[in-house]
């Protein structure tokens, strides 16, 4: 998204009254105790931003990163922003491999496209979806089909059934990853997956980005000092599905950190109906 239509919104915000206080990290820079003294109602909407991580052989080696952490760079990189030589995560003349292949995986390949990547590989570990929409995701539900989105247009190779296994390297730089292909299966109603023997595969690489989604809110001194109660999956638990009230009195909570990582929508929807939640409760 284009950062000029974020910044009018932003001018529209503070014009209706909000005031935004920017490079806080809330938890530390302020406290808890000062947030409750503060205010008469927080509303938690930190996102799910705890990727999840992809745990091998090799995953020590320099030139392997989080998709977020690439990505967000490359927003202060068009906004001219200072990165160190040392922090800098480009793809530019590297063969790049894209493990996931959800949207942020496609944002990867788009942005390594034109950082001046060589060649890059999309890997997932899911079947490859069929073109249209699937039986079992009638509407309204969001569709299970193949999506090919402009990065993919612009360039790459996308492999399905991919389970990988290992990461290899030079001194303590990644050199490329190692996998195998899989056969997905039903296994006493759930699906389950088994690797095809001689299978086995590698593909050089010097930048390997892990788009595997998210596992729930980062656990920061944010969330360990409110004592909010959290569910099995480690999100902030709220008394109604997606949005509501946390465990702490005055504190509620909506979007991803409460549902886990999902559709903008449902931020939308739930958000909406936090505030007018918050806002009985205020009266």
């Known amino acids: 998204m284009e950062k000029y239509i974020i910044d009018r ?18 938890g530390e820079d302020i406290s808890v105790n ?21 745990i091998l052989e090799g995953r020590g080696y320099n030139g392997i990163h989080f998709a977020t952490d690439y990505l967000k760079q490359s927003n202060k990189s068009v906004a001219k922003d200072q990165i160190s030589h040392n922090e800098l995560i480009t793809a530019k003349d590297k063969n790049v ?13 788009g ?9 890059i590989y999309q890997l997932e570990i899911l079947p490859k979806p069929t073109d249209a929409r699937a039986i ?3 509407w309204p539900m969001f569709a299970k089909k193949l999506r090919n989105s402009t990065s993919h247009a612009e360039g790459c190779e996308r492999r399905w059934n991919i389970l990988t296994k290992k990461f290899f390297g030079e001194n303590i730089n990644v050199k490329g990853v190692a996998g195998v292909t899989v056969e997905w299966f039903e296994k006493e109603n759930k699906m389950d997956f088994k690797e095809i023997p001689r299978t086995d595969f590698s593909i050089n690489a010097e930048l390997i980005l892990l788009a595997m989604g998210f596992v729930h809110p980062e656990h920061s ?10 569910d099995q999956r480690g999100n902030v638990k709220t008394d109604r599905f997606g949005y509501g009230k946390t465990s702490v009195d005055k504190v509620f909570a ?4 409460v549902r886990g990582a999902s559709l903008v929508v449902w931020a939308f929807s739930h958000a909406r109906d936090l505030s007018y939640m918050i806002n009985d409760y205020l009266k």
């Open 136 to 138: 079992d995701t009638p």
């Open 111 to 119: 942005t390594a496209r034109r950082q001046g990547a060589k060649e």
């Open 254 to 257: 909506a979007g991803d950190a």
């Open 97 to 109: 491999v894209v493990i996931g292949g959800g949207d942020t995986g496609a944002d990867c390949i």
């Open 34 to 54: 000062l947030l409750k003294k503060s205010y008469d109602a927080i509303a938690l909407t930190v996102g799910s931003r705890e990727p999840r991580d992809l």
């Open 221 to 230: 001194k944010l969330l360990v000092d409110l004592g909010v109660e959290l």
């Open 9 to 26: 919104r932003i001018e529209q915000m503070k014009l209706e009254g909000v005031e935004f206080n920017t490079e806080i990290n809330v």
